[in-house]
């Protein structure tokens, strides 16, 4: 059996009417020792649920967890696939920067480009709101 290690991983879920009101998040630490931090939560009308968590713990009982949200009827969907830079687009004004209030976009300082960096992204979406030309979008398959 492989040695557990400590993880770290921000993910989006998305809950069905029928899940949205049950605590199935608040038992990733009852039932599997994990550490969550609440970085967005939202229903909607229809009680149609999303949230994006940062989840720390060890590797091991992240899987465990994982299977347990998708066995309640939660979707996950990889943050990186919440926000996306179309890079050709892209001006490097640096608009998004002073916006992103995790580092995910950072400036290079010798070649002074904006750098995206999808691991530290948290989907706040806040880039999106200043991006004169729009390079930096919601992405439309969610």
């Known amino acids: 059996m492989s040695e557990s290690k400590n993880f770290n991983k921000i993910i989006h879920l998305a809950f069905p009417p029928n899940t949205s009101g049950r605590p199935v998040v608040c038992n990733l630490g009852k039932l599997y020792n994990l550490s969550f931090n609440i970085l967005k939560a939202d229903i909607n009308p229809r009680l149609e649920g999303s949230m994006t968590l940062e989840i720390t713990g060890l590797e091991e009982d992240y899987h ?11 979707r996950l969907i990889p943050v990186a696939q919440k926000i996306a830079r179309d890079d050709e687009s892209c001006m490097h004004c640096g608009m998004c920067l002073a916006m992103c209030p ?41």
């Open 64 to 74: 465990k967890g994982i299977n347990y949200l998708k066995e309640n009827g939660v």
């Open 102 to 142: 995790t580092g995910a976009l950072s400036l290079e300082k010798d070649t002074r480009l904006v750098l995206f960096d999808l691991e530290k992204c948290t989907a706040c979406g806040l880039c999106t709101k200043v991006c004169p030309v729009r390079a930096m979008e919601v992405d439309p398959q969610d």
